[in-house]
């Protein structure tokens, strides 16, 4: 028996619908917008069905026009950035193995190339061909054979991928996939086209890419739930201002194949599904487009490659959930993080900085 979740824009989204649903709940209205009586003023809000996904817009003091700006964005990104889509530039270099492309698409992939460096490859976004031979991406899914894999995995190198003066030029074979850090470049474009417009206060909820311009009109921090990957609800609520918390995790979308799981996180130095004791990586960052690639790369390094690489960082936090009912984040996060549901009594670890690499956090 198959059991299938799917996935929107190749990029994992918290739990679909329910998190978006709880993370809405979780983001409480209340120093922000107010009348000219002293009330808080009401938020403007916007539904935008893209990247094949629900997106929830909350702005405080915005103009419909601007809520009209901020949806144009969105799509516009959308057009540009997809994988699928025949009239996108991405379809347009994967075909072509090369062209032109706008400053949009230019920037994403600079991030993406940026991040594959950081990561030693953990992120790559040359794996599309490999996430398509599992079918990952269409929804028809197999398991390749180990020729197959043989074959795509030389495609699989971030360094062959020529980017200059708008122009991207790709190894043979290659193609690229940007939906690894497509909503969190997203997340920041409208958040910069928020505040250019005056706005301290604001929220976008990306499919479950959650991102906050500054807090709460009332001064109060941003209420954002993490889903929880074993079941429904969530596994906790962070507090937060002005910062992206993005999660990815292998239980967003897979499929099951005589008994076992194959997840759509591809490890791009085998090919195959990471299996490593995670089950969800929740990032905390500044940047959106950072926080986006990181969660997926740091779900393929595992829980102690996880811990070292953010040992050697200092623009990021992050909550790992585990199979076997473990959560471990890393110092700062244990005062705004509270465990809920099913997660509540369950074992914490804090991460710090003076743990010993390659062992136990």
């Known amino acids: 028996m198959e059991t299938v979740k799917r996935l929107h824009f190749h990029k994992p989204t918290p739990s679909g619908w329910l998190s978006a649903a709880l993370a809405s709940l979780l983001l409480l209205t209340g120093c922000g917008a107010r009348d000219g009586e002293g009330k808080t003023e009401e938020p403007r809000t916007r539904t935008v069905f893209a990247m094949d996904t629900v997106m929830d817009l909350t702005v405080y003091g915005g103009s419909e026009d601007l809520m009209r700006e901020a949806e144009a964005l969105i799509l516009t990104l959308e057009s540009e950035l997809s994988v699928t889509a025949p009239a996108s530039e991405i379809f ?9 492309v706008g400053p949009d698409t230019a920037e994403v992939l600079s991030a993406a190339l940026e991040l594959s460096e950081r990561t030693e490859g953990k992120l790559d976004c040359t794996v599309y061909p490999v996430l398509r031979a599992w079918g990952f991406t269409t929804g028809d899914y197999r398991i390749p054979s180990e020729e197959e894999l043989d074959a795509l995995l030389p495609l699989v190198d971030w360094r062959r991928v020529s980017l200059g003066d708008g122009r991207v030029t790709l190894g043979p074979g290659q193609m690229l996939d940007l939906g690894a850090v497509a909503k969190g470049y997203t997340g920041d474009r409208l958040l910069a086209l928020f505040r250019e417009a005056g706005v301290t206060s604001a929220l976008v909820n990306l499919g479950g890419n959650v991102q906050a311009l500054g807090t709460k009109p009332d001064c109060s921090l941003w209420r954002v739930a993490v889903a929880d990957p074993l079941g429904n609800g969530y596994a906790g609520v962070l507090e937060t ?8 995790g292998g239980y967003e979308r897979y499929f099951e194949r005589d008994g076992r799981i194959y997840r759509h996180i591809l490890d791009p130095d085998t090919g195959i599904p990471a299996d490593n004791g995670l089950i969800s990586v929740t990032i905390v960052g500044e940047r959106g487009v950072v926080c986006d690639g990181l969660s997926t790369a740091l779900f393929v390094m595992g829980e102690e490659g996880a811990a070292d690489f953010w040992r050697d960082s200092d623009d990021f936090g992050m909550i790992l959930l585990t199979e076997d009912g473990r959560i471990l984040l890393t110092e700062g996060l244990e005062t705004s993080f509270t465990p809920a549901g099913d997660w509540t009594d369950a074992p914490l670890t804090v991460i710090g900085r003076e743990s010993g690499r390659g062992g136990a956090p």
């Open 92 to 100: 347009a270099v994967n075909g072509a193995g090369e062209g032109s």
């Open 241 to 248: 201002a002005d910062r992206a918390v993005i999660t990815s």
